[in-house]
């Protein structure tokens, strides 16, 4: 046998440095993101055994992956604001968000639910971290951002098959008996809640949430594509749409309505287009969006309810009732909240008592700055307003075409998307909170990493 011979490694040996390499468990890590993005009941599958060691695991993957990247010297981390493309102020947020969990975590009325939360964040940070650190050109990012993409059109179309066939053609039946046998015709009313589109993720909000948060990344895909693949993003941008709808959401509704007026603000920002064509623009954004309102007969009742001062409304006395209840847990403890999960707990603490039997049980405030100001105070509440100001600069600094060719030029459209994305679903949060949505803060860590690498 040669020297040569001898140092070459063996079948067995090579698949081992590819499992054990970085390879496998990035792809391992992309498997287990489109998995808890795609299965059925997600939400509550997470929170239900086996899911909790499964959710564990998605989030140790990428975390491992960081590891090989220290152990390499290939990690951000060592480099922070001259690797990846990631500034001092990504790393600044980020120092900003650990101090205030880590403070309201050590003073929390409720230590262990504050300990697991927080556990869970600082995982996801390392695993965004990670991401960051694999993402080290431009074609990498183009190819994460096609694949966020296509989870975004999966997603939809298996929403739409599963509510088809297991909520709209069992109901069209139902409806077809009883004008049979009792002569009534009665429309499909997605005002029920049992008829909305909660497929696949567990609630009709989340489900608008996430399109809502991807739809525009789509839009800017085929917006760079061409031929058949412009055909088929563009196709898949109406699937999502038409999905979007079947859920119900008003809040999902008003941030379509926001990305389309967004859109047509950017479009209209960078073309060489007069001022009149500019004003034509903004109208016809502003007369799509309040076109869009109109599909949703919800959110009619709730505006109509406001507009005649009708404050009695169910819809509105049960957020008014999480409103106060946040507002008693922030008082009591303003600097740095409850502590993270402590809502579901302490909710009948600091509940008002003239509420009676009104959203007696809850496990969120369904508003994620009150979410925010109740666990973690003050603080919750400059992270998140830090976050909207940091996507508005990020957004701001990419509204100017790049001057290069190929895949910088490329990814123009695809980046305007995403922190159109990433503003709608702001815009979004004022509704419902969905931070523990595995699905949704992935896409949130992911889109605004691509934000702040391109």
Request: hydrophobic share 50%; net charge positive.
């Amino acid at each position: 046998m040669t020297k040569r011979d001898s140092a070459a490694p063996s079948a067995a040996e090579s698949v081992w440095r590819w499992m054990t390499g970085r390879s496998l468990i990035w792809a391992l890590s992309a498997l287990a993101y489109a998995l808890w993005t795609l299965w059925p009941n997600s939400n509550s599958v997470m929170v239900s055994w086996p899911g909790v060691a499964l959710w564990w695991l998605a989030i140790a993957l990428p975390v491992l992956g960081l590891v090989g990247q220290l152990w390499q010297g290939r990690s951000v981390l060592p480099g922070l604001g001259r690797a990846a493309g990631l500034g001092w102020g990504w790393h600044s947020y980020t120092a900003v968000l650990i101090a205030i969990v880590g403070l309201s975590t050590l003073g929390a009325p409720l230590p262990a639910q504050a300990r697991w939360h927080s556990l869970a964040l600082f995982g996801g940070i390392a695993v965004l971290y990670g991401l960051a650190g694999e993402v080290r050109s431009l074609q990498r990012l183009r190819r994460l951002l096609q694949f966020q993409g296509g989870i975004a059109i999966v997603l939809a179309g298996l929403s739409l098959a599963l509510w088809l066939s297991g909520v709209y053609w069992p109901e069209l039946a139902r409806l077809r008996l009883i004008q049979q046998d009792f002569g009534l015709s009665l429309p499909f009313n997605l005002s029920i809640l049992n008829l909305r589109n909660w497929y696949p993720i567990g609630h009709q909000n989340y489900t608008a949430g996430f399109l809502v948060l991807n739809l525009p990344l789509v839009a800017g895909l085929a917006w760079s594509s061409s031929g058949w693949r412009r055909v088929a993003w563009g196709l898949g941008g109406a699937l999502a749409i038409a999905t979007l709808y079947t859920t119900g959401s008003r809040g999902g509704l008003v941030g379509l309505a926001i990305s389309i007026l967004l859109g047509l603000g950017v479009l209209g920002l960078r073309s060489p287009i007069s001022t009149r064509w500019r004003w034509a623009l903004l109208l016809g954004g502003l007369g799509a969006g309040a076109a869009l309102l109109t599909l949703n007969q919800r959110l009619l009742r709730l505006l109509g309810a406001i507009a005649q001062g009708n404050l009695g409304e169910g819809e509105l006395v049960y957020r008014w009732i999480m409103a106060v209840t946040a507002w008693h847990m922030g008082r009591d403890r303003p600097l740095l909240g409850q502590g993270l999960g402590s809502v579901p707990l302490q909710y009948q603490h600091y509940r008002p008592a003239w509420a009676g039997r009104e959203a007696e049980l809850i496990h969120q405030l369904h508003s994620t700055p009150l979410q925010l100001g109740a666990e973690l105070g003050i603080g919750g509440l400059l992270l998140w307003l830090g976050a909207i100001a940091g996507v508005l600069a990020l957004a701001y600094r990419g509204l100017r075409p790049s001057a290069q060719t190929g895949v910088r030029s490329w990814l123009d459209a695809p980046m305007v998307g995403v922190g159109v994305g990433l503003l709608s679903y702001a815009v979004f949060s004022l509704t419902d909170y969905q931070l523990d949505n595995l699905c949704i803060t992935g896409s949130l860590g992911l889109l605004g990493i691509s934000l702040a690498i391109a």
